[in-house]
């Protein structure tokens, strides 16, 4: 499917995942024995073009960060191939993927844990800059650190402040000037304003935004909450148990969602607004996710969907191509 | 209908090494018999400390109610004794923690946490308390619950150890439970029903619910009124309905701007509330929000506004320019 997406695309793929698979075993069992494996990402196919957002959406435990980590390379993959900038990165060897790591950064959620706390904001920027030898020169590279805290809306002070000195919001953006250090093409944004207050999260999202635009950057946005991944993304996947149920423009996504358990995830985010919600429709689901040590048979939503049939336990439904560009993997779709 | 709690000039606060944090500084709120109320407002503006000092649960020494009285059912839960107060907690109000884990006995059987209040508080026989906890169990949609009572806490995911705190919750038949982020740390589709379960619970047994969220959405779903908190104040309250339809107070209007919705045509741009929120050890005289404020005047700066009438059903607003945001928010 990747190959038919990037041909539609006008733009160039920056980044391409085909037959993903990472497989985690865990021990436990009787005896020391492995008691199983965890399916984390199971079959995951996409390509995200240079510029765009891809917005990674689904359930906690659904192979979301998994997914990113293996773009990331943090995580080798059981299976599959990464084309980043034209190269296949899985097999690169750990001096070759270093070069690459740089152009593809992450930002975590949690700003707090993912900054050292015994050093300045001015060091944790610069350090960056100095291991990989972007830039040697000290004095350039203070200049560089201001200007990257200029870029985040922080102020060259801030470079003297502890990460506890600062507030969510604030770490956050040193967060990502940290990723932007580094120069890189492609950031992961692992769910990087849900640890934020509601009225520092528009903020942050609002910066994100500019600096796509600015520096041309490319996101891969992994969130679960499907109001912001709408106003962010291009195009939208949504995951189930290691696995994409859906993938599609954004508006055709939101407004026409293709697989019941998308349409379960939209009617089952609250809107803000009472008269609205006094007549809405919802659809509750019955039951919980399902661990992804034994997926169900079949199609691995078929134990809570609501129209699902006989065949939905025999058989996994691929994901097709319904509409053009449009994506699911539903048998009754 | 009665009201069953009255919060009246609450202030509790906390002594810290950067000084006195004012995390509740006299609020006045009620609940009514049966109705869902709703506490929002963002992370440290004094939502769970409230819940907590109604519970008298603020951890002494650091932590204290410097005032105010919490009338439950007249009588104010702040001069009981102590024997008085552990009658109430857990019995006629019950509360709902954010994290089932930590609120939750790890090396005791679910059964055990059911039935251990049952004898205490309503001297059921151990029998009598089993057959209870089965009902409890399959109230809050938890599949074959004879077998489920020998299960411990770790056996359960998120979705059902949430599911086990309210059927604690409502063992006793409280008349009012404090939910401190029910859903918070679940799904979207297992907060559906997890909200939906406790909405038609407070329906069918007559339970009057504080739901305190950061979440606009689920207020605008479950809540009947909402008290919005600022840096420990309450500065604005009004039914649901009105609230979201006419917001007099601009941190409601920021909140209610700065949330990307999906009932409404994608925006180029979200609109944030610039600046951060407040330190509370470290209050300015006047409005909290003024700092970060689009509406601020100079009297907001030297003078803090008290809640005056805004709407109509009770909607009051503490803000010096509420009547400019009437237009503002028609535009
Ligand atoms: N190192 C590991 N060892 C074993 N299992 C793992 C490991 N990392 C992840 N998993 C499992 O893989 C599955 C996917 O986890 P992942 O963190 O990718 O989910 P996620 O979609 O990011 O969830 P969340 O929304 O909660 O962050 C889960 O079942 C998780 O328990
Ligand atoms: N034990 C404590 N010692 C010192 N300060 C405390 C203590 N507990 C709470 N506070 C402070 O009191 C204020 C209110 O805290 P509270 O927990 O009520 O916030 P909240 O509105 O529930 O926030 P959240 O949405 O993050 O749960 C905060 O500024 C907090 O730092
Ligand atoms: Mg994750
Ligand atoms: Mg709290």
Redesign the interface.
């Known amino acids: 499917m990747s190959e038919a997406l990037a041909e539609r695309s006008n733009g160039e793929a920056l980044l391409d995942v085909s037959g993903l698979v990472k497989h985690f075993a865990v021990g436990g069992g009787l005896f020391g024995a492995p008691a199983g494996v965890v399916r984390a990402v199971d079959g995951v196919d996409f390509t995200i073009r240079r510029g765009e957002t891809l917005g990674l959406v689904g ?2 435990g659904c192979g979301k960060t998994t997914t990113g980590r293996c773009v990331l390379q943090l995580e080798r993959p059981t299976h599959g191939r990464i084309v980043f900038e034209g190269t296949d990165i899985t097999g690169l060897s750990q001096q070759d993927l270093r070069k690459v790591r740089r152009r593809m950064q992450v930002i975590f959620q949690d700003p707090y844990s993912s900054l050292n706390p015994r050093m300045t904001v001015g060091e944790i920027l610069a350090e960056p800059i100095k291991v990989h030898g972007i830039i040697a020169d000290p004095a350039k590279r203070e200049l560089r650190v201001s200007e990257l805290l200029e870029q985040v809306g922080l102020l060259p002070q801030h470079a003297r402040r502890y990460p506890h000195q600062l ?4 770490r956050q953006r040193v967060g990502i000037a940290r990723a932007l250090a580094m120069e890189p093409s492609l950031i992961v944004c692992d769910e990087p304003v849900s640890a934020l ?7 942050i ?2 910066l994100l ?1 500019d600096l796509q635009s600015r520096l041309g950057l490319t996101y891969l946005f992994i969130a ?1 909450d ?3 991944v ?2 962010i993304s291009d195009r939208v996947a949504v995951m189930y148990l290691g696995k994409v149920v859906e993938l599609a423009d ?1 508006n055709a996504l ?1 407004e026409d969602p293709l697989h019941p358990y998308t349409r ?14 006094a007549t809405r429709e ?1 659809m ?2 019955r039951g ?2 399902p661990s992804a040590l034994s997926p169900p048979s079949g199609c691995v939503f078929h134990p809570r969907c609501p129209i699902a049939v006989d065949r939905c336990s025999a058989a996994i439904p691929p994901l097709r191509e319904i509409r053009p560009s449009h994506w699911a993997a539903c048998h009754l779709a | 209908m009665a009201t069953l709690l009255e919060v009246r000039d609450l202030k509790t606060t906390f002594q810290t090494a950067a000084g006195v944090v004012r995390a509740v500084d006299g609020v006045s709120w009620d609940v009514e018999e049966g109705e869902t109320v709703a506490l929002v407002g963002e992370s440290g503006c004094g939502k769970s400390v409230s819940a907590l000092s109604i519970m008298r649960l603020v951890a002494p020494p650091a932590g204290r109610i410097e005032g105010g009285r919490i009338l439950f059912k007249g009588r104010d839960l702040l001069a009981l004794s102590e024997p008085e107060m552990n009658a109430i907690r857990g019995c006629e109000i019950a509360m709902v923690f954010q994290e089932p884990m930590t609120s939750l006995n790890p090396v005791l059987t679910i059964g055990r946490q059911l039935t251990e209040g049952l004898e205490i508080h309503l001297n059921m026989k151990p029998a009598q308390a089993q057959a209870r906890a089965v009902e409890l169990l399959g109230l809050v949609g938890i599949a074959d619950p004879e077998r489920r009572l020998a299960q411990y806490p770790h056996h359960f995911s998120g979705g059902m150890r949430q599911r086990m705190m309210i059927a604690m919750a409502l063992a006793c038949n409280p008349s009012l439970i404090l939910a401190d982020e029910p859903t918070t740390a679940l799904d979207v589709t297992i907060q559906a029903q997890i909200l939906e379960l406790m909405q038609s619970l407070s329906k069918r047994l007559g339970v009057a619910m504080l739901i305190i969220t950061h979440n606009l959405g689920v207020v605008a779903r479950y809540a009947d009124r909402v008290n919005v908190m600022y840096a420990g104040r309450i500065i604005e309250r009004a039914t649901a309905a009105e609230l979201y339809a006419n917001p007099r107070h601009p941190y409601t209007l920021g909140l209610l701007r700065s949330v990307p919705r999906l009932d409404e045509p994608r925006r180029a741009r979200l609109d944030p509330i610039e600046g951060q929120p407040p330190d509370l050890s470290r209050l300015p005289a006047g409005c909290a929000f003024a700092p970060r404020c689009s509406f601020r005047v100079a009297r907001c700066e030297a003078q803090a506004p008290a809640l005056a009438q805004a709407g109509p059903g009770g909607h009051v607003a503490a803000c010096w320019e509420s009547a400019r945001l009437v237009t503002k928010a028609a535009a």
């Open positions: 359930e906690s507030s969510g919001g604030q207050d509601v009225s520092i999260q528009a903020q999202i609002n935004e679960h499907l109001s912001v709408r106003h954004r939101y379960a995830l939209l009617s089952a985010v609250p809107i803000p607004d009472p008269k609205l919600e919802r509750v689901l919980e996710v």
